[in-house]
Each structure stands twice: as C-alpha cells, then as structure tokens.
C-alpha cells in the first residue's frame, strides 16, 4: 500500500524517464549529420533556432510568459560573442559563449523584475520595448556594434584549442549540436524537477501556486533569467558559427519567428522547439523556392491556419504517436491516482 | 524659440495623426481586450488605396480619403466576420500569434502588388509649403492634419457619448452578457466599432503618407507606436489615448530634434518606465480584465 505522497511521486517522475523515441531523436540528430553531409550550414542553423525556441519554451510553455522580445537576448548573447571574439578577450569559444551567455543572464536577471510585473498585455509591452530599446541603442553606439553594417571581420579561435571551424560548417554544426545537447540535458533536468513542477503549477493557475506556498515572483524570475540564459548561447552560436552579427539579431520578425517556432512544435515538452526548428526551417526552404520574395506570406498564412485550427488540437496529433506508445506501457502503475487533465 | 513653437506644432500634428491611426485600436485592444498586433495593415490598406486613386486614377486628394477609410472598413469588417471573431475568447497568445500572421501576409502581399520602395500621394499645391503666422513657420498640410484629426475626434466623443450606438458599445464592453440579455446584438455593435475603427485607420494610413512615410514596413514599423498609445493612455475614454497620442507625438518630435543621438530610445523607455509605474496605463481606470 502506498501512501498518496508516494503516488504522487511517481507519477510526478514517470514522465522524467527516458523514452525511447527521445533516444531515437537525437540518435536521428546526429546521424543526420552523415546522412546530408552538404546541408551543414542550414542544419546549424536548424540547431541554433531550436535551441533558442527551447528557451522561450521554458518561459511560454512551462512559466506562461508571453514575449515578444526574446530577441533581446539573443541579440546581447550575439553581439557579446561578437566583441569577445572581434576584441580577443575571451578567444577560446566555449569560454566565450558562456560569457556571452551570462551577459543575456545579467539582462534577463534585471529585466525580469519588470516583465513579473502586471498582466499579459503589458508583459508582451514592455519585453518588445526592451527587444526595441536594445535595437535602438546598438544602432546608435555603432562605434562599439558596427551600427547597421553588424560587426565585422570576427575570427574565431579552435574550439577548445583543438577543433578549427571550416568552410563547410562541419565543426561549427558539431559543435552547436554539443552546446544544444548538454543545455537540452540541463533543462530537461530542471523542468522535471520540483521546481519545474512549481513552474507548471504557476502557470496554471498563479492563484492557486501562491496559495500552496510557492514564491511565484521569485519562480518567475528564476526561469526568466534562466530562459534568457539559454537565448544568449543560442545567440552567441549564431555569431559563431557564422562570424556575423547585426542588427537584425534585435529585430522583431525575429522574435515572431521564434514564436511561430515553438508552436509549430508545441509547447510545454521541450521537444517542440527543436522539432518546430526543423519544420519552419523547411517550410521557409519550401516557400523559398516557390517564391523567392515573398516566402513571408505564406509564413503568416501558416501562422494564421495553426492558430485557427487550435494549437491544442495540432499539438494533439503531434503527440499522438509518443503518446500511444508511453499510455500502452505506464497507465497500470498509476492505479489510484487517475491525472484528470493533461500534465503537459 | 520659434523652432520651439515650431516643433511643437509639428509635434501635435503627428500626434492627432497617431491618434486617428489608433483609437481603432483602443477599442479593440483596450475595450474588447484583443491584442490586435495587425491594427497597422488597415492603415497601410487605406494609405495604397488613397495613392491608387490619386496617382494612378487622377482622382483628387479630398475625394480619395473618404474611400480610403471606406475600403479599410469594408476589409475590417469582412475580416472581422470571417477571422477575428473566433478569436475573441482566445488566449493572448492565439491572439499575437493569429495577428503576427496577418502582419506577414499583408506586408509581403502590399510588397508583390506595390513594390517594396515608398510611395508618395500626390497633394493639392493648396496643401505645400508653409504659413508664417507671427514668425512661427505653420505647415500647411499639419494645419491640415489638425483640423480634419480634431473634427474627428469631437465627433468621436460626442458619438461615444450622445448617441444610442455609443451608450450599446459602452455596455456591451463593460459586460457583454448583461448587454446581450437587454437586447443588445453585441456581435454586431463589435463588428461595426471595428468596421469603424479599421476605417479610422485606412484616413490616417492616407493621411501620414506625407509625414510619416509608407512603404508595405508601415505595420511593422509604427506597430510599437499604436500599441504605445493604447497602453499608455489607458482604456476608459478616449481622451486617454488621446493625451497619450500627443505626448508621444510632441515627445517623438522634441526628441528626434534636441536629442538626436538617443533617438527613440527616450520613446520606448518613457513607455517601459509608465507600464511598470501604472500596468493600466496613465489615464486607466480598473484593473485589465
């Protein structure tokens, strides 16, 4: 007989196992690597949005923070990489992209007391005032950012002192990849944590988490600093491995994008980011082709349709499958205690 | 000290204009609490409509505007029957998200039909230049845009306030059930304010072609300026919006003149700075629902 603490217990650490369809996407995600040896350069790039749509997941789809300025971080985590990089402070990249990273951390740490603040629409206000203000203030010191021509002329130093980045993007996709790999360990660690489980709870129902005793301001907080953690290095990646960075990194599309991203994938199981990264990058390809201008279009009318269908019910039918196969194996062990709604 | 006068003036033309470009806005954002990111489009919809008919067609400037608020209201309205209203009861996300959508598509469609370079409207020879009243450089065309843009907005207020449709929409906003049980056809008094409010949009998007420049971008670019003076000025009248629309506009000018070198950055952190001072705006009166 188990008392109900106990039950809860497992059923709070049964989604936390390892599946083995997780192990099959990334075993897919590194064999894709052989699979399209020439498509380098937009696998990399598919990695670097993903890992930044894995970070506004934790605030959108486990905080239910809406933002529409996400952008502001990886833009400092970009620049940041940038200047380490251009100025040969911190030439070893790993070191300089967790530099650039805490930068965006110190950021997402300040701007967060703003962003807890008040209801939704002013949430989305201020963080696109803040995406807007940062663009503004690199256009203008463009003695520091290189203004409207971005920063030019980076040289990147051999990852750990060993690995040199090539022309084909070979070491740059391996290297995002790691980065992507171990922060996707680290976020899945926390969001399953009791502290992840708290985050859920305050999105629910902020109410309610206040009532049973945890600190929602100082939860928010928390992931907001964290999520803008994990932006910074999906900035500080993409200046990187591709030795750019300019003002668009701030921009708004860039931000809307991301959002488009994450609920392509879905929100709330961390693999939503990643595998939305992959079909808005392919959707974008598809348009490209079809109409070189004008792919934005059929961006927005996609966007519109996914809205308008219902992101549950998408979300549903992505789900499907992992679903199936995770309900056939653990529904017996919960026995008394039936989860009335859905846990992501 | 007349550049003072000067600016100033400038200062509450651009103003007025932002105000009509967005009391559509306050109405759906701030009354019925839709976060309609996509406001900008109808302005645009209503600028191309009124450079279509006076570049191309030859029609004359005065005669263009009123069709350039007619087609942005009739795009409202079908738009608003066939997309936006499944999408009241949404979560603000859906609703980003949906308008996000529709900014994309209007943009890239204004580009492939327009071009993507700016357009100008060709004005009435009666409108260039300046008038020098005591020293004090007066354009004309501002003189212009503060006469039609105040008109507007008396007979905006007095219609909110006078008349039976604004006593409807001011009911059917603080409580749609009660409204609908006194017999209000709520779905319709929505509709129409946001018909009106689209097409409130498209005069302004015609008239700021001089001032504020359009090109298919107008959404994305003035999008942070609606949605200033909406959150700014609060929701309860629209005198709210109204001050928030000339604070802005005199800020923006002042600022863009003395203080160069920070740009907008004085814009974007007044406006953070008065969110977290007042979350419901500097004229709000209850919490948001």
């Known amino acids: ?344 | 000290m007349t550049s003072l006068l000067t600016n100033l003036f400038d200062g509450v033309a651009y103003g007025m204009l932002l105000f009509v470009l967005a009391c559509g806005l306050a109405v759906t954002l701030g009354l019925m609490n839709f976060v309609n990111l996509a406001h900008g489009a109808f302005a645009m919809a209503g600028g191309y409509v009124c450079a279509v008919l006076v570049n191309q067609a030859g029609w004359p400037f005065f005669a263009a505007l009123p069709l350039a608020f007619v087609s942005s209201a009739l795009i409202g309205v079908v738009l608003e029957r066939l997309l936006y209203r499944h999408l009241y009861s949404r979560s603000h996300l859906d609703q980003v998200l949906f308008s996000i959508g529709l900014v994309f598509m209007s943009v890239a469609a204004v580009d492939y039909i327009m071009g993507s370079s700016r357009i100008f409207i060709r004005i009435p020879a009666a409108l260039e230049g300046q008038i020098d009243f005591f020293g004090v450089g007066i354009g004309r065309y501002r003189l212009m845009i503060i006469l039609i843009c105040g008109l507007l907005t008396i007979a905006l207020q007095l219609v909110l306030a006078r008349t039976r449709f604004g006593s409807r929409l001011r009911a059917a906003v603080d409580d749609p059930r009660a409204a609908i049980g006194l017999g209000i056809n709520v779905p319709q008094v929505f509709a129409l304010t946001f018909a009106f409010g689209c097409g409130l949009a498209g005069l302004g998007g015609a008239l700021s072609a001089e001032i504020l420049g359009l090109d298919p971008y107008f959404p994305l670019k003035f999008m942070i300026y609606f949605l200033i003076v909406v959150t700014v000025g609060g929701s309860s009248s629209i005198t709210g919006p109204f001050l928030a629309s000339l604070l802005l506009g005199i800020g923006d000018v002042a600022g863009k003149y003395y203080v160069p070198k920070l740009g907008p950055f004085v814009i974007y952190t007044i406006m953070i700075v008065i969110l977290i001072w007042r979350p419901n705006g500097l004229f709000g009166r209850t919490a948001a629902r």
């Open chain 1, 1 to 344: 007989m188990t008392t109900p603490a106990e039950t809860v217990g497992v059923y709070a650490r049964q989604p936390a196992r390892w599946h083995w369809a997780e192990v099959a996407f990334w075993i897919a995600a590194l064999a894709s690597a052989f699979l399209f040896p020439s498509r380098y350069l937009i696998m990399t790039d598919i990695l670097r949005l993903g890992l930044f749509a894995l970070s506004l997941d934790l605030i959108l789809g486990y905080a239910g923070i809406v933002s529409l300025g996400h952008a502001a971080f990886f833009g400092v985590g970009a620049y940041g990489a940038g200047l380490l990089a251009l100025h040969g402070l911190v030439t070893e990249p790993v070191l300089a992209l967790l530099v650039a990273a805490l930068a965006a951390t110190l950021l997402g740490f300040v701007t967060s007391f703003l962003v807890i603040r008040g209801v939704d629409l002013t949430r989305l206000m201020v963080t696109l005032g803040i995406a807007l203000l940062l663009e503004a203030l690199a256009e203008r010191f463009s003695d520091i950012t290189g203004g409207t021509d971005g920063l030019q002329g980076i040289e990147m130093a051999p990852i750990l002192g060993l690995f040199e980045f090539d022309m084909f993007g070979k070491v740059g996709f391996f290297y995002s990849l790691a980065v992507l790999f171990v922060l996707f360990l680290l976020a899945r660690r926390i969001v399953h944590s009791p502290f992840g489980l708290s985050l859920r709870a305050i999105r629910n129902n902020p109410l309610r988490a206040a009532a049973v005793g945890i600190p929602v301001d100082r939860r928010l907080i928390a992931v907001y600093t964290l999520a803008a953690f994990y932006a910074g290095a999906a900035g500080a990646l993409f200046t990187q491995t591709t030795q750019l960075a300019s003002l668009d990194v701030f921009s708004f599309e860039r931000s809307a994008d991301l959002m488009l991203v994450l609920v392509l994938g879905g929100t709330g199981y961390l693999y939503g980011g990643l595998i939305g990264a992959v079909v808005f990058r392919l959707l974008q390809e598809g348009f490209s082709t079809l109409t070189p201008q004008y792919w934005q279009f059929w961006i927005g009318a996609v966007l519109i349709a996914v809205v308008l269908t219902g992101r549950e019910r998408l979300h549903r039918w992505v789900r499907l499958v992992p679903d199936f196969l995770s309900r056939s194996r653990a529904k017996p062990k919960l026995g008394a205690i039936a989860p009335t709604s859905d846990p992501s």
